[in-house]
């Protein structure tokens, strides 16, 4: 009888030894007692081409949270889309999701952030982009990345000295074969940047008078008969991202604008031959002016429906601190908002498209956040639309013009009647 009581004993140690040591789900505190580890499941969206960094990142976030049982699913909703998605249905979203900062506003005004009481985010990211993550004095996310574009080129078609001008850059012969220059002109991101550099603005000096738009004003005028010009040029193309890098491997293309997400295939494509830079001069009634890009800034937002608001904050907060905006920058060449790292030029300078990145950076201007925002794509793209199939042409361009803006700004005018 002792011996099957003792042998029972054992059973009894030998289990509790392999439940506490095999399954990662228990743990012994001070007592010498089994705990189970709670479990938590947590969604994240990100970039489809960060798939393999967050991967990575969600690893490392276990490693350094071991006290839980996590559970993190990871699905693939772009920046620019993401704001899109989680209004379909907040309760459906992700915990935590990665957007672009001109959507913080229609996020918070939706009911979809959870505030941020985290005050080392002021303290460790660049002013800019603590403001970008900023609604009236209240932080409602974690700055990741700043963003804008500037230009790639391939040096067997264009030395450095050329670059520097757009005029420069389409007056070359290049043969039939390659396209000079590209850009994809019905996109409002990047067709703002003529208006800019002839010095309209979009909702007022500071982006924030939702009531102004001057983009129909006789500076929008002279930025759009430029573009009208440049739409007609046959060494010209209106490209998006994908026919970009398609380009380039053909090697069909000898420049083109577009930012840090495309650059691992460029260079793949261009080897000793890939070339960056910020963007060229263009000549607006007679002066050369380096053309003006929109800049914006990758946020992190914590769903304000998530089941889990500390972890979602803890992941948050991990997915965007110093460690994890070095990897950013080190694998997909991201300009960090941190400034242990953006503020060190010796760290920014080894990577060329960071250092293109930072040259423009001089000469851009902040993507507003404000609600009015979201009527400024879709008039844009139409006005873009219009310079490509040739129904916006010299003759018309200030009634065209004059279309926009108002579509632009027709929200509040409806507000006021």
Known sequence: MKKL????????IITLTFVACGDGNVSENNNGQIDEKEKVELRLWGAQDDKDMLTKLIADFKKAHPEKEWKITLSFV???DAATEVLKDVSAAADVFSFSSDQIATLKKAGALYRVTNNKIKTRNSEASVMAA?????????PSSADTFFLYYDKAVFSDEEVKSLETILAKDTGDKITNFAMKIDDGWYSSSFFFTAGCTLFGKDGRDKTQCDFNSDKGVVAANYMIDLANNKKFANLDDAKIKAGFKA???GSAVSGTWNAE???KSLGDNFGVTKLPTI???GESKNMVSMANFKLYGVNAQTKHPEEAHQLADFLTDRDAQETRFKVRSY??????????????EENDVVAALTAQSMHSILQTSIDQVSNFWTPAEAFGTGLIDGTVTKENVKQKLDTFVNAVLASIKEDKE
């Open 5 to 12: 009581i003792a042998l029972l004993v054992s059973v009894v």
């Open 78 to 80: 772009g920046e620019d």
């Open 134 to 142: 900023t609604i009236e004095d209240e932080i409602y996310a974690y």
């Open 251 to 253: 090697r069909t293309l």
């Open 265 to 267: 295939d460029i260079r």
């Open 283 to 285: 000549k607006l009634n």
């Open 335 to 348: 300009a960090p908002t941190h400034t242990d790292l953006a503020g060190d030029k010796d760290i920014l």
